[in-house]
């Protein structure tokens, strides 16, 4: 309910900007353009603040100031300057800061801990094909199949934990597509699993926690992080 108001009346505010900056009550004159830019940035960098996702949050601001460096006086760093350092700050920083998962889920479905006074919104999954559509939230999906063939999962300005742990593949082989942008995701698959990590990384981390075994079943992880974290942990 809270963030239904919150992001209602971001969207109110903005449209009250957009009209008067259009008719010349600020000072200076903004671009359309621009202010589209510069409130979906924010947007972006409110959401990516809340929930702890360190590379949306840095490259939020790294945007805003290439966009507004006239103005900032820093006209003297270049694009490719600003992103670089976005990219090493954001890798630092998600070392560092976690997002905001406190909590513990036993198999016997008992809670513990909690995800910033909220709990994440969680489901569990009974498809041999799952699609995940997941965009602004921050959520967990529990994958139980005992003819899993693959995935697609897209996740947008939002965090997720996705467990495969409870998988029996269909055939030998199976593929995970996912398509991550601005958003902090983490995978959780079997040790048995013979990953085969074909992701096309944009400005993005991608980690790995946890040995695999040297034999089982291949799965073929492809797509593209884009602004966001990926990371694998074999369990």
């Known amino acids: ?45 409110v959401t990516s603040l809340r929930h702890l996702i360190m590379s949306s949050l840095v490259f939020s601001l790294a945007f805003l100031a290439i966009i507004y460096a006239k103005p900032l006086g820093i006209t003297v760093l ?63 999906r529990y994958i139980h199949s005992t003819d899993f063939e693959g995935a697609n999962i897209h996740v947008s300005m939002g965090g997720a934990k996705i467990y495969f742990d409870d998988v029996q593949l269909h055939q030998a082989e199976a593929t995970i597509a996912v398509d991550i942008s601005l958003s902090s995701v983490e995978l959780y698959v079997p040790k048995t699993w013979q990953l085969h990590l074909n992701v096309n990384n944009s400005l993005g981390d991608i980690q790995t926690q946890g040995t695999p075994t040297t034999a089982g079943p291949v799965v073929y992880l492809q797509g593209r992080v884009s602004l966001g974290q990926l990371t694998i942990n074999y369990i």
Do not use: C
Request: hydrophobic share 50%; glycine share 8%.
């Open 1 to 45: 309910m809270k963030q239904r108001w919150f992001w209602g009346t971001f969207f109110l505010v903005s449209a009250i900007i957009l009209i008067t900056s259009q008719l010349g009550l600020f000072g200076a004159h903004i671009g359309i353009w621009t202010l589209f830019f510069t409130i979906a940035l924010i947007a972006i960098f």
């Open 78 to 140: 270049v694009p490719w300057t600003i992103l670089g350092a976005a990219l090493l700050l954001s890798i630092g920083l998600s070392i560092l800061i976690h997002p905001r998962w406190y909590y513990r889920y036993h198999h016997h479905g008992n809670w513990a801990g909690n995800f910033d006074h909220e709990r994440p919104s969680s489901a569990t999954i009974n498809d041999p094909n799952v699609n995940l559509d997941l965009s602004m939230s921050n959520t967990i």
